[in-house]
């Protein structure tokens, strides 16, 4: 039996146009050489930006979702920003082979950071849409790309060169 590559995703909210075209490319990529050698499962938060694209491109390649829902303690698709933002949320949540609910956690901030770690913790790859620069705040994408390193889990950058985020 083959088994399966869990490619987990983490990244910034906020994506400059020119910048989803080249990560575009690069999810693709890597879907395509993990998908070379076997089966490929996506895990992703289905955030605005990042996670949202990485779950789309993954359901749109065949490749089942499994939707980690950060324990924010109040409804999290609210807090996902506007209506675009919460739309996808919705429909990419309907496609999704699975959901796993996470515990509430004292803070939104230490929510997204546990869903985060949970990801890396069960991925055997994780795609960073990232700018190298530090985490804005507990569960950033540099906080989650350290824990990546630190527990072993090879990291794939993937940012436009010379792009700033907003």
Do not use: K, N
Not at 41 to 47: N, Y
Not at 72 to 77: I, R
Not at 107 to 116: H, L, V
Not at 141 to 162: C, D, M, N, Q
């Amino acid at each position: 039996m083959e088994r399966t590559t869990r490619i987990g995703v983490t990244g910034h909210r906020d994506l400059p146009e020119p910048v989803v075209e080249w990560v575009s490319a690069g999810i693709l990529d890597e879907f395509s050489r993990q998908a070379a050698s076997g089966p490929v499962e996506a895990f992703s938060a289905l955030a605005a930006g990042a996670d949202q694209l990485f779950a789309d491109l993954a359901l749109r390649s065949g490749i089942p979702v499994t939707a980690v829902i950060p324990g924010t303690g109040t409804d999290y698709e609210r807090q996902l920003g506007g209506p675009e933002a919460r739309l996808a949320f919705r429909r990419l949540l309907l496609d999704c082979a699975d959901r796993v609910d996470l515990p509430v956690e004292r803070t939104r901030e230490e929510a997204y950071a546990a869903a985060g770690r949970w990801i890396v913790d069960h991925a055997d790859r994780l795609v960073a849409v990232w700018d190298g620069e530090p985490a804005r705040g507990i569960g950033g994408t540099g906080e989650i790309v350290a824990y990546a390193s630190r527990v072993g889990v090879p990291v794939r950058v993937l940012w436009r060169p010379g792009a700033r985020r907003p």
